[in-house]
């Protein structure tokens, strides 16, 4: 599976941005999707996740604000981000998981993107 994630960019706090990763290669492999996110001196953490049969989960810093689907025929994931605060910029990296269940940590993603910039100005 190859992953191009996109979207990414410098907001001001308190807009939005949409973050695209589109999937290409062995897709069915792709139970659950789900964006990563690493900020300076900090380790990679979870964000969100989504299965392919839609039932999401969410990191609880992003619950209310954020919000992940994916479109089955065309491969490819969305997160929506809403009210953005300086504490969410980061790189955010999309992933792919063979497993049908989802999991919080990376070790549990299979294949990974080149990850996008995001950046808030506060």
């Known amino acids: 599976v190859q992953l191009q994630a996109s979207g990414g960019g410098l907001v001001q706090a308190g807009g939005s941005l949409r973050l695209s990763c589109a999937a290409s290669?062995?897709?069915?492999?792709?139970?659950?999707m789900g964006w990563f996110r690493q900020a300076p001196g900090k380790e990679r953490e979870f964000v969100a996740a989504?299965?392919?049969?839609?039932?999401?989960d969410y990191a609880d810093s992003v619950k209310g604000r954020f919000s992940i689907s994916r479109d089955n025929v065309k491969n490819t994931m969305y997160l929506q981000m809403n009210s953005l605060e300086s504490e969410d910029t980061a790189v955010y990296y999309c992933?792919?998981?063979?497993?049908?269940?989802?999991?919080?940590?990376?070790?549990?993603?299979?294949?990974w993107g080149q990850g996008t910039q995001v950046t808030v100005s506060s």
């Open positions: 290669g062995r897709t069915f492999d792709s139970y659950v």
């Open positions: 992933a792919v998981g063979t497993r049908p269940i989802i999991v919080t940590t990376s070790p549990g993603y299979d294949y």
């Open positions: 989504i299965r392919r049969s839609g039932i999401t």
